[in-house]
């Protein structure tokens, strides 16, 4: 690692840990220094990493403050990550804002958990069909491409179904959970379905779990 990466990673590093304090705060300064590391993609993978170190410790509960700061950091990190179609760098944001929350108290004295999801899913980019459309065909076209060593033609076919299935069905349920409308959510998945040969008992198992949501 050269000193630049270094320092970046130390700057966000302490970014993060100012957001697990008591009585977090960070300076305007602080935030245009994220701003400008997160702008690359070599700086985006890095917070990847910073932030995925709190979810190895289970640190996944966030105080109301914390909440808004992170969902803060993470909107900027989309909007650079959406601009230069960093689909890499987007897809981890996506599975870790499913992970950590702050806890809200209703009118009832009821405690339920609100995830940085519900912030993120605010940000334009997950409300645009191209964006998902192009971050679905990234993965799976990179996971077709991967040579299974000592496969046979059969049992090649048969992973790379498997592969496509457990891919769409993991984007569709993403797509729904960031607000994506339901015929929507069901054409973009069809069609990779589709353009990628998913058998018929594939299309069927997506259906069903479509229907249930």
Same mark, same amino acid.
């Given at each position: 690692?050269?000193?630049?990466?270094q320092? !970046? #990673?130390? *700057?966000?590093?302490k &970014? =993060?840990?100012?957001?697990?304090?008591? @009585?977090?705060?960070?300076?305007? =300064?602080?935030? !245009?220094?994220?701003d400008?590391?997160v #702008? /690359?993609?070599s700086?985006?993978?890095?917070?990847?990493?910073?932030?995925?170190v709190?979810?190895?410790?289970?640190?996944f /509960?966030?105080s109301h403050?914390?909440y808004?700061?992170? +969902?803060?950091?993470?909107?900027i990190?989309?909007d650079?990550? +959406?601009?230069?179609?960093d689909f890499?760098?987007? %897809?981890?944001?996506? &599975?870790?804002? @499913?992970?950590f929350?702050? *806890?809200q108290?209703d009118?009832?004295?009821?405690?339920?958990?609100?995830?940085?999801?519900?912030a993120?899913s605010?940000?334009?980019?997950f409300?645009s069909e191209?964006?998902?459309?192009?971050?679905?065909?990234y993965?799976?076209n990179g996971e077709?491409?991967?040579?299974a060593e000592?496969?046979?033609?059969?049992?090649? $076919?048969?992973? @790379?179904?498997h592969?496509?299935f /457990?891919?769409?069905g993991?984007?569709?349920?993403? %797509?729904?959970?960031?607000?994506? @409308?339901?015929?929507?959510?069901e054409f973009?998945?069809f $069609?990779y *379905?589709?353009?990628? +040969?998913? +058998?018929?008992h594939?299309k069927n198992?997506?259906?069903?779990?479509l %229907?249930?949501?």
């Amino acid at each position: 690692m050269n000193k630049e990466t270094q320092e !970046q #990673k130390n *700057a966000l590093q302490k &970014i =993060l840990g100012t957001c697990w304090e008591i @009585e977090p705060d960070l300076p305007p =300064l602080e935030i !245009q220094q994220f701003d400008e590391i997160v #702008k /690359s993609q070599s700086g985006r993978q890095l917070f990847c990493e910073c932030f995925n170190v709190f979810r190895k410790k289970g640190l996944f /509960s966030l105080s109301h403050k914390a909440y808004a700061l992170v +969902s803060k950091l993470l909107y900027i990190f989309a909007d650079h990550a +959406s601009q230069n179609s960093d689909f890499a760098s987007i %897809m981890p944001i996506v &599975i870790l804002s @499913e992970t950590f929350y702050t *806890a809200q108290t209703d009118m009832n004295g009821l405690t339920s958990r609100v995830y940085l999801q519900e912030a993120l899913s605010k940000h334009p980019c997950f409300r645009s069909e191209t964006f998902w459309t192009t971050l679905i065909t990234y993965p799976l076209n990179g996971e077709m491409q991967k040579p299974a060593e000592g496969e046979l033609p059969e049992e090649r $076919k048969f992973r @790379e179904m498997h592969e496509v299935f /457990s891919k769409l069905g993991t984007y569709a349920h993403n %797509m729904l959970q960031f607000g994506m @409308e339901k015929k929507l959510v069901e054409f973009i998945v069809f $069609k990779y *379905a589709q353009d990628n +040969s998913l +058998s018929e008992h594939y299309k069927n198992a997506i259906q069903v779990c479509l %229907m249930r949501r």
